[in-house]
């Protein structure tokens, strides 16, 4: 069965950049759509990013508009999130979830969230000074 696995994160200073990977095994991420999301400490989960199986559809939480960039490389069955310019406020464990929905890229409404059938374990970010 399909199973995905984030890694990339780690401990970095302010203004530092990391790339994590969602990896999955067991199906092809062709026709998949997937979605980052993360959960701070004491905080509510967010979605931060999706990106459609055709990349029509991307989305950014406006916190990391013009820092963060979702892409995806069906050859390596991988789905990226480039985090530039981190901030103290993007320490989170970073999860990616896939649905077969594979248009489906929506970030403000939650009622999308129930189409996410698939989620890794997490990876930790940590931006401290």
């Known amino acids: 069965q399909m199973q995905l696995a984030e890694s990339g994160g780690g401990s970095v200073r302010p203004g530092e950049s990391l790339r994590l990977s969602c990896a999955a095994s067991?199906?092809?991420?062709?026709?998949?759509?997937i979605t980052w999301f993360r959960q701070a400490p004491g905080k509510e989960r967010e979605a931060v990013s999706c990106?459609?199986?055709?990349?029509?559809?991307?989305d950014y939480v406006d916190s990391v508009k013009g820092r963060f960039t979702i892409s995806r490389d069906n050859a390596k069955n991988t789905v990226y999130l480039q985090m530039n310019s981190l901030r103290l406020e993007d320490t989170a464990v970073y999860y990616c979830?896939?649905?077969?929905?594979?248009?489906?890229?929506?970030?403000?409404?939650?009622?999308?969230?129930?189409?996410?059938?698939?989620w890794g374990q997490g990876t930790l970010v940590t931006v401290s000074s």
């Open positions: 990106i459609s199986a055709s990349e029509r559809r991307i």
């Open positions: 979830a896939a649905t077969t929905e594979s248009e489906l890229c929506e970030i403000s409404d939650s009622r999308a969230f129930r189409f996410l059938e698939v």
């Open positions: 067991g199906v092809t991420l062709d026709y998949y759509a």
